[in-house]
């Protein structure tokens, strides 16, 4: 199951990241989500195997 996560930004990065979901025609929320699956892939993290913490 999918949960939420919040988090604080400056206008200015949130700014950025929209310009660079909608280059690639994704959701902010997408972009993020991928954008961080692809740092724990660069780190050799697989965090399908994670177990969840509730």
């Not at 724990?40 to 509730?54: G, M, Q, S, V, Y």
Request: hydrophobic share 35%; no cysteine; charged share 35%.
């Amino acid at each position: 199951m999918k949960m939420t996560l919040s988090f604080k930004v400056d206008p200015q990065l949130k700014d950025a990241l929209l310009k660079l979901a909608d280059k690639e025609n994704r959701t902010l929320s997408n972009y993020v989500v991928t954008a961080l699956m692809k740092h724990l892939e660069n780190h050799d993290i697989d965090w399908r195997k994670e177990t969840p913490k509730k």
